[in-house]
């Protein structure tokens, strides 16, 4: 072969690398996954003053949260929609509906590869539990938040932003289910749980670990893949069956389990003290509750470990099921999905939390 010839491939082989660099940092490359943002609020879209303590969640939009991450147009070509602009404590029925809704619709129709929740860290779990139990989807979906507002000294917001798309993005997040990301760790949506008030690693697994690890040059998976149950039927109105939370102290009678009869409860969760128990005034109110149809689930409010059946509580006895591994919030959600599809009896709602 002539030099001619060689310098000439040489050359081509240069066109086709530069072009083939400059198409991956361009910010509508298409060969890139398509990854919707869809926005609720909270912190992670909060604004306060001079990186003061007070600020307001949900204040800033999706496209100004988006904009203000540097490098996020490298990882996937992103759209954006703003579902709502709350704080994640006033998270509510509509929103779920609204989200497992829209989610299905998007991935269903192939409009994107996956989706990343930007949320309050507040009720972030509670969210991805929902959203774990009712989406028809295996395609990625990855709740973001952040524990310091946007104007906050070192707000921990783009760079959990960055971190969740990546992940979202990643070949490796299919058919993992629904996925909390925050500060380099990715959670299970049954797992995860926010562990303290102000610090930005909150979140934690407690009982088996994070799922993975992201950080800016990668993402990796560290437990097996999950097996993925049936989804539930949501009812078409965007509202859950009443379950209560009572929680479970020293000196406990029986009114909060009455009271929460008497509104209406169909379901109580007995964030019980130690392995899911409370006194026998508040255990007898329970297996009276039982006894009239309403579903009771013992857990606990300790924060990790397992609530087993009938070891200080005769479950069997009182119909009663346990929540294993779930704790008060998500066996809440689980027992008003069973409820909203027809399933109370104590045996079946125990099948549906899990056996040990
Ligand atoms: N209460 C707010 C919320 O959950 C702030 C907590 C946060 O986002 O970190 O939306």
């Known amino acids: 072969m002539s030099h001619r010839i060689k310098d000439l ?105 996956a989706i990343v929740i930007t949320h309050g860290t507040d009720t972030m779990e509670e969210t991805a539990f929902f959203l774990a139990n009712v989406l028809k989807t295996d395609r990625p979906v990855v709740l973001v938040g952040s524990m310091r507002p946007s104007t906050a000294i070192s707000a921990d917001g783009p760079a959990n932003l960055f971190e969740a798309v990546k992940a979202a993005a990643s070949d490796s997040a299919k058919g993992r289910g629904v996925l909390v990301v925050l500060n380099d760790t990715i959670h299970a949506a049954r797992a995860v749980q926010k562990t303290n008030t102000t610090s930005v690693q909150t979140f934690l697994s407690p009982n088996g670990g994070p799922v993975g690890f992201v950080d800016p040059a990668s993402v990796g998976f560290v437990q097996p893949m999950p097996s993925r149950a049936k989804p539930y039927a949501l009812p078409a109105e965007p509202s859950l069956p009443r379950v209560e939370i009572v929680y479970a102290h020293a000196n406990m009678d029986a009114a909060a389990v009455e009271d929460a009869v008497k509104r209406g409860a169909k379901g109580i969760v007995l964030a019980g003290v130690g392995d899911g128990n409370a006194s026998k005034a508040a255990i007898a109110a329970l297996a009276n509750a039982a006894k009239q149809g309403v579903v009771v689930i013992r857990a606990s409010r300790v924060g990790s470990g397992f609530v087993n059946r009938n070891v200080e509580v005769d479950d069997d006895t009182l119909g009663f099921a346990v929540s294993l591994d779930l704790n008060p919030q998500k066996a809440r959600i689980l027992a008003q999905l069973l409820i909203a599809n027809g399933v109370t009896d104590p045996r079946a709602v125990q099948e549906a939390v899990g056996r040990r």
């Not at 509508?28 to 398509?34: E, V």
């Not at 759209?79 to 509510?92: L, P």
Request: without cysteine; glycine residues 16%; charged residues 20%.
């Open 9 to 113: 491939i040489a050359i081509v082989g240069l066109v086709v690398a530069l072009t083939g660099s400059e198409r991956v940092l361009a910010a509508d490359d298409t060969s890139l996954p398509r990854v919707t943002v869809l926005a609720t609020g909270g912190t992670i879209a909060g604004s306060g003053s001079g990186g003061g303590i007070g600020y307001q969640a949900g204040k800033v939009s999706a496209q100004d949260l988006i904009g203000a991450v540097p490098g996020i147009d490298k990882l996937a070509q992103i759209s954006a929609e703003q579902v709502s602009s709350i704080g994640s404590q006033d998270m509510n029925d509509t929103v779920w509906f609204t989200l497992a809704r829209r989610i299905d619709d998007i991935l269903g129709k192939g409009e994107a590869d």
